[in-house]
Every structure is written in structure tokens, then in C-alpha cells.
């Protein structure tokens, strides 16, 4: 038995990832930057086996549902096209965050299988090798796979589409406290309502202003010019959901606490702490600050009735190998 353990982070993308050119690829329609975290992990611990007949995957103590778990045998499949073997594998997988709320699990547990399953089967891939083959599984998990602050290449093949480290981790003393409003998984995942984004009318003038605003996002970060970032991370994340809200059908992620949390960040910021909002495909949202003010965010956040838990993230490093496995 070859036994390898994994930990992947989760990202929070500045500029998002909305809509595919290639489906069975998963090539996105535009590049987009994100920043890996240091506070939502999946552990993933992989063992090929010659006396296992079938996969056996646990994550969070359970099983999958039926789609999901074809999703992750799908995967493994690959890394033993790779690596020219046929055993079948034990796969133990937990996250310290919730599932499913739009905090990009499948990001961080797709790059912690894609490590694990790699390292367990013995191959040795680059940075990039492993950042094409995590966006296999999921497109965002490519990010998960460099350190620190990522960027994610708009490529039309799958050579030319993973994910590079522009800045590390520690190149900008910022946070991400995140507000969990609700722990129940969203009823559309990412993926189905991908498949739908083109039927929005604005998703041609949004592809068009893309690149720019790439460029502008790295400036920004290189600079450290924190408010014009934060003004431009809440644009982008009100202009993704336009995108969700005017296809069709619709997808309405946001619930009554996301809403509210978004209208106060501009009343806590005419209080003079700068913080600003994004928020990814759900419902949970990530408020972006300096950290010398994280205390000062945390200390409003905890005051609301709608916030379940508080996640404070600083910079994180991306997948990496540990001796601390599963089983």
C-alpha cells in the first residue's frame, strides 16, 4: 500500500471565475486572481491498494451523494492514467470549514486529492502538472495549488489554463474574515449553474472588460492600494451576481443575513474601519481587511444574529504534503 496525505486551501478569488469555454476541461471563460487562505484547509489522506476492489471514499465522516462521489472517482482515474496504474484506493477527506455554503470546498478538496492521489501513486509533478490536473476535477481548485497570491491564466487548451503565484504570502499584511450565515448546502452547486451563465445578456459586455480588470487587481495588490481594491473587489463580486441573477434559470445565492452584512460594511466603513465584500457562490461572505483591523471587524460581525461562525484568514500557502495523515 502507498499511502500519501495532502492539505489544500481554499481561495477567495478577487476576480471570479464565471462560465467555461470547455466543460470536460473546465477552461474558464476569462482568468481571474484569488488569494489562497490560511484558515479553510481539507486534509486528504489517499492509499492504493492491491486488496481493495472498489474505491472507498469518506469525507467528513460520511459518504458522498451518488454525483459527487463519481466526481472524485473520475479524478482519481486520471492520476492512475498518469501514473499507468489500475489499483483501487481508500480516500479519507476532512475540511475545518463548512461544505457546499460557497466557501470553495471543492477548491481546496480537489487540490488536496490531486496532490495526495499524485504523491500516493508515485508520481512527481510540477507545480503546474499538478495545477492542469486539479482544475480537471474542479476549476477554481487549480488556484489552491501555488502559494499566496494566484492568478489563474485565461488559456483556450489545457496547457496554457493553470494557475501561477504572482506575489507570496507574504507580500500584503490583508485578512479575510469570513461570516458564516449559514451552514445549509446552497441548492445549485457551482457547477450546474455554470453551465448556464451565457444565458445572461450582460455576460458579453462582462468578457469583454475581464482582462483589464485583471490587470488592474495585480497593479493594485503590487501597489498595496487597499481602498482602490476593495472598491473594485465589491464591484466585481455585485457584477458576478448580476451575471447569476439575470440568467436563466436565475440563481439567487444570497440569503437575508448576506444581505444585511452587505449594507452594513459600507456603515462600518463611514465609521472609519476600511473593510470592504466579496462574495463567491453562496451565501457566506468574506470581508476583506487590513489585518491590523481584523478585531475591529471580528467585534461587528459577532454582534449580528445572522452570523453563525467567524473564519479569520490571513495569506495562506498553497497544497503542500503532510506526515499527519487520515488513517
Known sequence: ???????????????????????????????????????????????????????????????????????????????????????????????????????????????????????AAGLKLSEKELSILARQGSGSACRSIPSGFVEWLDGDTSETSYAVQIFPSSHWAIADVVGVVSEGKKEVSTSAGQQSAQSSPFMPLRLSRMKGKNEQVKKLIEEKNFKEFGQLLEAEALELHTIMLTQIPALIYWTPGTLRIMKLVNHWRAEGIPVYFTINTGQDIHLICEEENIHKVQKKLGHLEEVRDIIINTPGEGARLTHQHLF
Open 1 to 119: 500500500m502507498s499511502k500519501a496525505t495532502a492539505v489544500g486551501p481554499s481561495n477567495i478569488a478577487f476576480t471570479k471565475y464565471w462560465g467555461r469555454k470547455d466543460e470536460i476541461l473546465r477552461l474558464p471563460e476569462n482568468g481571474s486572481v484569488s488569494m489562497n487562505l490560511s484558515n479553510l484547509l481539507t486534509t486528504t489522506t489517499v492509499a492504493f491498494s492491491d486488496s481493495l476492489t472498489s474505491d472507498e471514499i469518506t469525507i467528513n465522516g460520511g459518504g458522498l451523494e451518488e454525483g459527487e462521489t463519481a466526481r472524485v472517482i473520475k479524478h482519481l482515474d486520471r492520476v492512475r492514467k498518469l501514473a499507468n496504474i489500475n489499483l483501487k484506493t481508500r480516500v479519507v477527506s476532512s475540511n475545518n470549514f463548512p461544505s457546499g455554503t460557497g466557501l470553495s470546498s471543492s477548491a481546496s478538496g480537489f487540490a488536496a486529492l490531486t496532490l495526495a492521489a499524485s504523491a
